[in-house]
């Protein structure tokens, strides 16, 4: 979950994922992947998928913690890393998998009225998840969620 410190606003870096993938084609979420038997654990796994799919260096990165595990629909496991990202900074985008990658500000995430809940059936089981739109793009599902534990984080300290 990276968070971009620009000039007078916190933003979050996102990708679009490309449509030709297996796993949540077109989709929106944060840089990230599955660990790999080198990493030393999910925040070196974070950024070193992060420098493999967007190609963020981690000399720009701070990291910041962990957000509880998040489990998806799908049946993933997702451990969201959070670190503040200090421009300025290159990106390089691996083509294969990102499509897109663009900033929203963190103000949008948390501010509630931009939370929105949705359930649809999947399979004969009803699955409910946040979506949180921003101009056009429709960020939900384990993104929406993850940015949804951000903010109750948030809201407790």
């Known amino acids: 979950m990276p968070l ?3 000039e007078d606003v916190l933003s979050v870096l996102l990708t679009r994922r ?3 993938l297996h796993h949540h084609p077109g989709q929106i979420s944060f840089p990230g992947g599955r660990v790999e038997a080198g990493d030393a654990g999910p925040q070196d796994t974070a ?3 992060t420098e493999e799919e967007i190609g963020l ?3 720009h990165v701070e990291l910041l913690g962990s ?3 998040y489990y998806t629909g799908t049946g993933f496991r997702v451990t969201p890393v959070v670190g503040l990202v200090r421009p300025p900074f290159e990106l390089t985008l691996d083509a294969f998998e990102v499509a897109e990658v663009f900033e929203v500000p963190l103000a949008h995430f948390l501010d509630p009225l ?3 809940r949705h359930s649809m059936e999947v399979e004969g089981r009803t699955r409910r998840f946040y979506a949180m739109p921003y101009g056009d793009y429709y960020i939900w599902g384990a993104t929406a969620g993850m940015l949804r534990s951000l903010y109750e984080l948030l809201q407790d300290l």
């Open 4 to 6: 971009v410190e620009r």
């Open 18 to 20: 490309t449509d030709h």
């Open 47 to 49: 950024l070193r998928e």
């Open 57 to 59: 260096d981690r000399r």
């Open 67 to 69: 957000l509880p595990d």
């Open 114 to 116: 931009n939370h929105q």
